[in-house]
T-cell receptor, first 114, second 116 residues
Framework: DGGITQSPKYLFRKEGQNVTLSCEQN?????MYWYRQDPGQGLRLIYY???????QKGDIAEGYSVSREKKESFPLTVTSAQKNPTAFYLC?????????????FGPGTRLTVL | EDKVVQSPLSLVVHEGDTVTLNCSYE??????LLWYKQEKKAPTFLFML????IEKKSGRLSSILDKKELFSILNITATQTGDSAVYLC????????????????FGKGTLLTVNP
């Protein structure tokens, strides 16, 4: 089955700890994205990558880091510098980022900082 | 700064009712407008609209775009309890940095609840 997988589904972390969220896709998509969703808010872009070994900051990149070593994988690390990390994190991919390409979303990871 | 505003923010209807969800936008270098349905987890794609006045339909759902007035509507007829979800509107536009680099800006969503 083609699709996007994210793990874990739920994640709890103590303040001051870094945590890495996994995102894998087997759709052969070039572009991948990370969004954050807070209650009553729209999706906000954290980072995106148009191609392997390249990525750019989105609108709210502070306190986050990413890597894109393989086309299929785009992990997101939430660092201790992120002041308010409790949120629902969504990963997405699209064929390219050159327009007219709908993004397909993974099931999300709900991160709670205790 | 690109802006997408959805209304209403929430809506409660009875099965069989028809609903209209609104999405207005202010963006530079508009490319397309997309509608997604989100039921607790992954948003699923509904429609992509690029041209004014051309209705897109999928079963009981339909959507249309007005590029002059900068808005889109999503209609759902004969609603069912399975239509209960958050409906997200997103606008694809060229990034300020230019090139062929596009971004999606999402609205806050409309929470639709369909009661039996």
């Amino acid at each position: 089955d083609g699709g996007i997988t994210q793990s874990p589904k739920y994640l709890f972390r103590k303040e001051g700890q870094n945590v890495t969220l996994s995102c894998e896709q087997n759709l052969n998509h070039d572009a991948m994205y990370w969004y954050r969703q807070d209650p009553g808010q729209g999706l906000r872009l954290i980072y995106y990558s148009q191609i392997v070994n390249d990525f750019q900051k989105g609108d709210i990149a502070e306190g986050y880091s990413v890597s894109r070593e393989k086309k299929e994988s785009f992990p997101l690390t939430v660092t201790s510098a992120q002041k308010n990390p409790t949120a629902f994190y969504l990963c997405a991919s699209s064929m390219a980022s050159g327009g007219y390409n709908e993004q397909f979303f993974g099931p999300g990871t709900r991160l709670t900082v205790l | 700064e690109d802006k997408v505003v959805q209304s209403p923010l929430s809506l409660v209807v009875h099965e069989g009712d028809t609903v209209t969800l609104n999405c207005s936008y202010e963006v530079t270098n508009f490319r397309s407008l997309l509608w997604y349905k989100q039921e607790k987890k992954a948003p699923t794609f509904l429609f992509m609209l690029t041209s004014s006045g051309i209705e897109k339909k999928s079963g009981r759902l339909s959507s249309i775009l007005d590029k002059k007035e900068l808005f889109s509507i999503l209609n759902i007829t004969a609603t069912q309890t399975g239509d209960s979800a958050v409906y997200l509107c997103a606008v694809e536009a060229l990034r300020m940095s230019g090139g062929s680099n596009y971004k999606l800006t999402f609205g806050k969503g409309t929470l639709l609840t369909v009661n039996p």
